[in-house]
């Protein structure tokens, strides 16, 4: 069994600030991680995706990805923060390469 | 590149109806298709995954009778929702595979398709 924690279900900062938010998985095997953003009543937009070589990845809009095994963690970084960067996150995992599983996600709040 | 539409973008149906959705790959060959539901609390459940030449596994509390799905060919596939009830409204995402890609393993998402049950 496979599973994607997110923590959070709310970040709120502010604009220009950096965030961090949390994603821990439980899957002893070979896993594909990502995040996925969703816009106000959009569908999934890809960021980004670990399976191997270098833990840290970089996604798209600045956006960076984490993977440690010892923490069976993938946490998402951005440094400066946009107020467009407003969306729901979503953590997922894939342990056989077709289906994800997806975390409850966490909604991120950029203020002015 | 590669794109996945969805449509009906929005339905609005009445309780004991059917509600028929559709997915379209364009720029891959989706090998694999994950159909997806989205609650109103925003918490995402795999209702299906479909390969192209293989039978469509199911998970638990979701049905071919309830949710029949076709996938004739690497770009489309559909679903559908049998005998809508409140419970079976939210937001269905289609997740297509490009199998071609090798095992990169990233899920294209269409923007979904919208379930009102009246």
């Known amino acids: 069994t496979q599973t994607v924690s997110q923590s959070d279900a709310h970040v709120t900062v502010f604009e220009g600030d950096s965030v961090e938010l949390r994603c821990n998985y439980s899957?002893?095997?070979?896993?594909?991680l990502s995040w996925y953003i969703q816009h106000h009543g959009r569908g999934l937009q890809f960021l980004l995706k670990y399976y191997s070589g270098n833990p840290v990845v970089q996604g798209v809009n600045g956006f960076e990805a984490e993977f440690s095994k010892s923490d069976s963690s993938f946490h998402l970084r951005k440094a400066s923060v946009h107020w467009s960067d407003s969306a729901v996150y979503f953590c997922a995992v894939m342990p056989n390469y077709n289906v994800l599983y997806f975390g409850s996600g966490t909604k991120l709040t950029v203020e002015p | 590149g590669a794109l996945v539409y969805q449509y009906p973008r929005r339905t609005i149906c009445k309780s004991g109806t059917s509600m028929r959705m559709e997915c379209q790959a364009v720029g891959f060959q989706a090998t694999s298709v994950a159909w997806y539901r989205q609650s109103p609390q925003k918490t995402f459940e795999l209702i299906a995954l479909?390969?192209?030449?293989?039978?469509?596994?199911?998970e638990q509390n979701f049905t071919q009778e309830k949710f029949p799905i076709s996938h004739p060919n690497l770009s489309f596939s559909s679903m559908t929702v049998l005998n809508a009830y409140l419970e079976d409204r939210g937001l269905y995402l289609c997740g297509a595979r490009d199998g071609l890609g090798g095992n990169t393993g990233q899920l294209y998402f269409g923007e979904g398709s919208k379930l009102t049950v009246l």
């Open positions: 899957y002893g095997g070979s896993i594909y």
């Open positions: 479909s390969t192209v030449n293989s039978a469509i596994k199911y």
